[in-house]
């Protein structure tokens, strides 16, 4: 058996992912959500379960993004209704959403390098 380039369930993470950016930024009009930015699924093999990492623009504070990922989860029957509207499968994965760091701290390490640079040249 030959393997193939992208197994199933990253074929299905990522139109889950697409799907779920159009959801939350046309379908969510609750303002404690702002501006959610879907960064990646992760869906388990037997795709019941699907991590999905977001970022929310303008919401720096733990309190602020805490009730941000409540808010999507009590919103979670509304997106996954949605979502199986957009999608065929047989059954829609349970959404678990994730607070994704990955940005700021790349702005942390950016600064850092530029930091050690500007040091280097003095």
Known sequence: ??????????????QLQRELALILQREIKDP?????????VEITRDLQHAKVFVSFLGKDSEQEITEALSVL????????S???TKI???VMPQLHFKHDT?????QVMSSL???ARSKDSE
């Open 1 to 14: 058996m030959v393997s193939r380039e992208f197994s199933r369930t990253d074929r299905v993470a990522e």
């Open 32 to 40: 404690r959500v702002g501006m959610p930015t879907v960064l990646a």
């Open 73 to 80: 989860a009590k919103a979670e029957g509304f997106i996954r």
């Open 82 to 84: 949605t979502l199986a």
């Open 88 to 90: 065929r499968m047989r």
């Open 102 to 106: 990955s940005i700021k701290r790349g």
């Open 113 to 115: 390098i530029d930091q």
